[in-house]
């Protein structure tokens, strides 16, 4: 069965840090991977994808995520935090494109002064 | 930018009532989906739409629930009789290639 797990129910992190947020995943070949953002009372907005390829995909707001098939992870990272990128944090993956998509449940981002 | 966009943005309805809930997914776009997120909760798939039929459908899409797409832009959620557990966050998607793009939701509240 697929899964997506996110360990991080919660981060706080100083205006200006780096930040990274951990997934991983259980699927048994390589899956599409996906990071969504949802602000408050909005949707969820695509932040990057990795499909194949390079495996440091790049995406907005400066974010970028790391695949590693040896970890099965899909970290997202990004050097310099703003303030308005607090929110909520979601990593999904699908088995194939035009699937349903597995999320974890997410996490949540603080950020401050 | 081309969006999705959902409607109504909020809901109120009293248990047993009937809800439903409006998609204008993106022009061009094939395939459309259903996603719901209970509060604290994972965002799960309720059902996907292409070619004018369900082309996958999970075990929470039950025969309370139906989709259509009655006409070339809009893409319904039907809820036959609402149960306080379908209080929700229900988000709508569509995609072209490959990457699924979702609206701004709408949040249901069942009383």
């Known amino acids: 069965a697929q899964s997506v797990t996110q360990p991080d129910i919660h981060i706080t992190v100083s205006e200006g840090a780096s930040l990274e947020l951990r997934c991983n995943y259980s699927?048994?070949?390589?899956?599409?991977l996906f990071w969504y953002v949802q602000s408050p009372g909005q949707g969820l907005q695509l932040l990057l994808k990795?499909?194949?390829?390079?495996?440091l995909v790049q995406g907005i707001k400066g974010f970028e995520a790391e695949f590693k098939r040896s970890q099965s992870s899909f970290n997202l990272r990004k050097p310099s935090v703003h303030w308005s990128d607090a929110a909520e944090y979601f990593c999904?993956?699908?088995?194939?494109?035009?699937?349903?998509?597995?999320f974890g449940k997410g996490t949540r981002l603080s950020v401050i002064a | 930018e081309p969006e999705v966009t959902q409607t109504p943005s909020h809901q109120v309805t009293q248990m047993g009532q009937e809800v439903i809930l409006r998609c204008v997914p993106i022009?061009?776009?094939?395939?459309f989906y259903w996603y719901r997120q209970i509060l604290g909760q994972k965002v799960e798939f309720l059902v996907s739409?292409?070619?004018?039929?369900?082309?996958?459908k999970s075990e929470i899409f039950d025969d309370q629930f139906s989709v259509e797409r009655p006409d070339g832009s809009n893409f319904t959620l039907k809820i036959r009789s609402t149960k306080l557990e379908d209080s929700a966050m229900y988000f709508c998607?569509?995609?072209?290639?490959?990457?699924?793009?979702f609206g701004p939701g709408t949040r249901l509240l069942v009383l």
């Open positions: 998607a569509s995609t072209r290639d490959e990457t699924q793009y």
């Open positions: 699927y048994g070949a390589t899956p599409y």
């Open positions: 990795y499909f194949s390829g390079d495996t």
């Open positions: 999904a993956l699908e088995s194939s494109g035009n699937t349903p998509l597995v």
């Open positions: 022009s061009n776009h094939l395939y």
């Open positions: 739409f292409y070619n004018n039929e369900i082309s996958e």
